[in-house]
């Protein structure tokens, strides 16, 4: 295994609209707070890295009360130095695995048409896992699994159990039309062993092994749970 660095890298989406629509989109600001305050109180410090880098659009959908009321995203919000990590990212390209414990890939909508596109990501994630560290992503994310060959070959996630955004999901949200492609779907064709919660919506997290995933926003501190309670195990 390689050494502890009780760090962990965090990819966010540069896109900020639909290509089919006139939807804006980008980073669900949720699944990036909700994960970083649990690894924060835990004692992990981390970087916010991005395929293009420089400022992140917010999706204005994780911005209504109800989202920012939910597990102090609002608080986070407000603060200007916590926001202020979205107006430059590094770009995925520059970061180094060695720095690293874990990978983690936040969604909102936008992750759908920038994760999958970026060899940079892709080459970053089969390093993590490969260098035996933790690959995690949650909601939409799991598109950044998608293109992510390992060295022998195979797919990262053929064989292996790990969920994400669900087209019932999809549809309840509205975004049916306005998606690209159908991330449930294209996992299953890789060959992964797909899971939902019973109820859309409802939080659910999977791991296998090293692999952890979860379904939707409101599973994000729980795949945070499960990425740290794995670090400070290992």
């Not at 540069?14 to 835990?42: I, P, S």
């Not at 950044?144 to 060959?149: C, D, E, K, M, R």
Request: aromatic residues 8%.
């Amino acid at each position: 295994m390689p050494a502890a660095t009780n760090k962990i890298l965090i990819i966010v989406t540069n896109a900020d609209e639909y290509q089919k629509v006139g939807l804006r989109t980008g980073l669900w600001l949720g699944e990036l707070t909700h994960f970083w305050d649990f690894a924060e109180e835990h004692g992990f410090t981390m970087d916010v890295a991005s395929p293009s880098g420089g400022k992140i659009p917010l999706d204005p959908e994780s911005l209504t009360r109800q989202m920012l009321d939910a597990e102090g995203t609002g608080k986070r919000y407000l603060d200007r130095d916590f926001m202020d990590l979205l107006k430059d990212t590094m770009k995925v390209s520059d970061a180094s695995v060695d720095d690293y414990d874990a990978i983690y890939l936040t969604g909102g909508h936008g992750v759908m048409f920038d994760f999958p596109q970026s060899k940079d990501l892709e080459s970053l994630i089969a390093r993590f896992y490969e260098t035996g560290r933790v690959v995690a992503t949650v909601c939409h994310g799991a598109a950044g699994l998608l293109n992510v060959t390992l060295s022998n070959g195979e797919p990262l996630i053929k064989g292996k159990r790990v969920t994400g955004f669900s087209w019932p999901e999809e549809e309840l949200a509205n975004r049916a039309q306005a998606v690209p492609y159908n991330v449930q779907e294209g996992l299953k064709k890789l060959g992964a062993d797909y899971s939902t919660a019973a109820q859309p919506f409802a939080p659910h997290v999977v791991e296998d092994g090293r692999l952890i995933t979860g379904q939707n926003p409101f599973s994000a501190r729980a795949v945070a749970e499960a990425v740290v309670k794995q670090l400070v195990t290992e």
